[in-house]
């Protein structure tokens, strides 16, 4: 909550917009009280954060485990891991876009973060509920979230992600754009689904940098979903090229 609050000019200002007592949210910042969950919901809401953000320690949301650390993996896929440079896929928060493979006439667009913890490049991001919903499965914070680790390539970068015990697994590749702030990347995104007659596994995949610091993204996390072709932000709607078909 303290991360959140940052961009605020005053703990007394923020309380006023949520209607909560100065006294009393002082006492959430510090720890010595936890919200109500009418309170917390009120607090997410506000934000445009997921529950979960406030219950975990900071630690265990922003710096998971190696997941390449064996001896067997350590100077493959390992070494792409620890290889990515700032300057290659700076930490951070992204907004991303893609069609969807649920709905191909709708584009997903999303918010994921990137983080370094002991020398590797890490993502963490969450489902849309109305992808998960389309596709009959639970909306939960849990169940929606995914992780993945970020490799070097000599082109680009890879990303492997996957949702909780990998129940679903997507593969990225993404390589820098031309672009006037330099913050974009575009690529492709395939999903490990068996073939068959009119699925959609592969489609064009945009990145855009948004910066550091939570107040950065929450715009774009708050208008994440599924999205019309019209709805798209112009240059992520140039890069994907929804009219042309992927090769």
């Known amino acids: 909550m303290r991360k959140l609050a940052e961009s605020y000019a005053s703990v007394s200002d923020l309380s006023r917009q949520l209607s909560i007592n100065r006294t009393q949210f002082n006492r959430y ?11 917390l919901a009120r607090i997410c ?11 975990e320690p900071i630690d265990s949301l922003t710096c998971p485990p190696d997941p390449f650390s064996c001896a067997y993996l350590r100077n493959f896929v390992g070494a792409g891991n ?7 896929f700076p930490s951070g928060f992204y907004r991303f876009s893609r069609r969807s493979f649920v709905d191909p ?4 667009v999303s918010v994921v973060m990137v983080g370094r913890e002991g020398g590797n490049t890490l993502l963490r991001g969450f489902e849309t509920r109305e992808a998960m919903r389309i596709q009959g499965l639970p909306t939960g914070a849990r169940a929606r979230e995914f992780r ?23 593969f990225n590749h993404l390589s820098r754009a031309a ?20 699925a959609l596994r592969v489609t064009r995949l945009v990145y855009e940098y948004l ?18 072709l019209d709805q798209l932000q112009p240059f992520h709607k140039h890069l994907l090229r ?6």
């Open 148 to 170: 993945g680790a970020v490799m070097r390539q000599d082109e680009g970068i890879t990303i492997i992600a996957a949702r909780s015990n990998a129940m679903t697994v997507s």
């Open 179 to 198: 672009s006037f702030e330099n913050n974009f990347w575009v690529g492709y995104v395939t999903r490990t689904v068996p073939e068959s007659a009119g």
């Open 45 to 55: 809401n506000f934000f445009g954060v997921d529950a979960r953000i406030m219950l």
């Open 105 to 108: 006439d709708r584009f997903v």
């Open 29 to 39: 910042l510090s720890g010595e009280s936890f919200p109500r969950p009418d309170i």
């Open 82 to 88: 620890r290889q990515v440079s700032q300057d290659d």
């Open 211 to 228: 910066g550091e610091k939570i107040s950065d993204a929450l715009p774009a996390a708050r208008s994440a979903g599924l999205k019309e």
């Open 242 to 247: 929804p009219h042309i078909p992927f090769s």
